[in-house]
């Protein structure tokens, strides 16, 4: 079995593929200042309530955008599950060419969904990621990444208008039945939601000029289902690319 491990600011996505069937995935709080042994004792107690035996895991790969925890997951695949975790980095393949100024400079995750998103749907297409920011990822016809953009995500916005206000409260971010709040409740989940879902629409419709018609738009992340019933610019949600892109790259680096 294939241990994917999917490391982000907020939350860390762990999978486990018995060959292209996604068995048992688990999503924990990222905390760069734990240890391996810390991870593992988490990792190790969740895995019997899925049906997963620490020995059934016989290959592992690792994305990280928390340069800090690459090693402690290494270690962590290394000491309890006994392999070596391929990690997505400069010199792996992963079909995708990228087409920017500094090619360094692109998330490992935003790699990794690029080339799901392409191997499944094919292209032209845009992946929007919703998690602790919002990224937009663009991806030609021919499976190129040209580029994106990256914006706040929903949580960090809200978070800085309550931390940035004296008397607006903290409220839950769902969508209002109207947009005309009638109590600061309801007032600041219609600009925070629905004026996401306006930069989500804008953004889609910018790019879409530029890629050309045709191109279809995936969807991922923890915090899809906040913006995803108010929008129709969305095709396509799939909730584990991520991992399931962690899965082909796996596959490619071994022919």
Known sequence: ML?????????IVIGVFEGEELK?????ATAQHKMADEYSALILNLMPHKNVRPGDITEAIICSVVPSLVWTFEELCRSY???KPLIIEAGVKTGVRIAMDNPKEVGADRVVNAAAAHHLYGGPLIVIDFGTATTFDAVSEDGEYVGGAIAPGINISAEALF????KL???ELIAPKKAIGKNSITAIQSGIVFGYVGLIEGIVNRIKKELGSGTKVIATGGLIDTI????????IIEKDLTLNGLRL????NKR
Do not use: C, H, Y
């Open 24 to 28: 048992a995935t688990w999503r924990v």
């Open 169 to 171: 409260p903290q409220v």
């Open 163 to 166: 931390m940035r206000t004296a």
């Open 81 to 83: 599950f006994k392999v």
């Open 3 to 11: 241990l994917a491990i999917d490391i982000g600011n907020s939350n």
């Open 249 to 252: 790259i796996n596959d490619l």
């Open 228 to 235: 995803i019933k108010e929008t129709k610019v969305i095709d």
